[in-house]
């Protein structure tokens, strides 16, 4: 089955600097890398999400790169703001006909340091 | 996101206990997920359904069982808990095409 691996488990950053949280996972047949939110107390919730014929999405200060031969993938997060301080998972799967069911890392905590 | 619902959303129970945790959903989705979160450990797959017929395990189906009542509902059993099934639940939901799972508020369940 699919292993995903994530790191770091913590980080901590100062407000307005860029945080960088990387995953890596283990079946090339995975083509569908989602991450999520998970603030305190409250349920995990999407975040941004891109699929293996794209190298890299965007939207406003978040943005997520894929390197398909490497296995890899990260979350950038640009001028950070308090309210980013939450855990994120990535997560990957083979999606297509049939079923699916995603694989998630481990967790990052963010802490984002006013 | 009030279209996915879990109750109870916390519970106390006893080693040796049935136990049944319940997913509502009005999103009108296909498929609905239980998964586990232990700290550090991230969200961990229990079973998965795709429609009310299709029940499969996932990595961790072990001392759990479900119930697909109808495509809305999808109830998390524990037949007999013990201790290290202490943990945060979450139910989640997601269409037919589109992958994004949608995760109800989560259930703390303490097993004493």
């Known amino acids: 089955g699919e292993n995903v691996e994530q790191h770091p488990s913590t980080l901590s950053v100062q407000e307005g600097d860029s945080a960088v949280i990387k995953c890596t996972y283990s079946?090339?047949?995975?083509?569908?890398f989602p991450w999520y939110k998970q603030e305190l107390g409250k349920r995990p919730q999407l975040i941004i999400d891109i699929r293996s014929n794209v190298g890299e999405k965007k939207d406003q200060r978040i943005a997520v790169t894929l390197n398909k031969t490497a296995k890899h993938f990260s979350l950038h997060i640009t001028e950070t703001q308090p309210e980013d301080s939450a855990v994120y998972f990535c997560a990957a799967a083979e999606t297509g006909a049939g079923s699916y069911q995603l694989t998630f890392g481990k967790g990052t905590k963010l802490s984002v340091i006013p | 996101d009030a279209d996915v619902t879990q109750t109870p959303r916390n519970r106390i129970t006893k080693t040796g206990k049935r136990i049944m945790l319940e997913c509502s959903q009005t999103k009108g989705h296909d498929r609905m997920y239980w998964y586990r979160q232990d700290p550090g450990l991230g969200l961990r797959l229990i079973y998965y359904s795709f429609d009310v017929k299709d029940i499969n395990k996932g990595e961790i189906s072990d001392g759990y069982s479900v119930s697909r009542q109808a495509q809305a509902k999808f109830s998390l059993s524990l037949e007999s808990a013990i201790p290290n099934q202490t943990a945060l639940y979450f139910c989640?939901?997601?269409?037919?095409?589109?992958?994004?799972?949608?995760f109800g508020p989560g259930t703390r369940l303490l097993v004493l």
């Open positions: 989640a939901t997601s269409g037919r095409i589109q992958e994004t799972q949608y």
């Open positions: 079946d090339s047949a995975s083509n569908y």
